[in-house]
């Protein structure tokens, strides 16, 4: 395991907020709140968290590899506005 790979399941576990969001009729969207621009798809809830585990080591990879600052995942409760 390279210092990436082992640096992104280090920060996959850590607590970030995830939000799901959606219906059945037109599938759910996932997204990480910490993680500007962190954001897949399914076609349910399930499928949508699977997903968003991907797309998190691939946001995380990216900021690694371009010296990206990585944000600390939010303590607390986390505050959302329509």
């Known amino acids: 395991m390279t210092d990436i790979e ?3 399941k280090r920060l996959s576990k850590l ?5 799901i969001s959606g219906e059945p009729s037109e599938g759910y969207l996932a997204e990480v709140l910490e993680l500007e621009g962190c954001a897949t798809a ?11 585990d991907e797309a998190m080591a691939a946001w995380f990879e990216a900021a690694l590899k371009r010296g990206i600052a990585i944000p600390e995942p939010a303590t607390g409760r986390v505050l959302l506005s329509a």
């Open 42 to 52: 399914g076609e349910t809830p399930e499928e949508a968290l699977r997903n968003l």
């Open 15 to 19: 607590g970030y907020h995830r939000l």
């Open 6 to 8: 082992a640096e992104i």
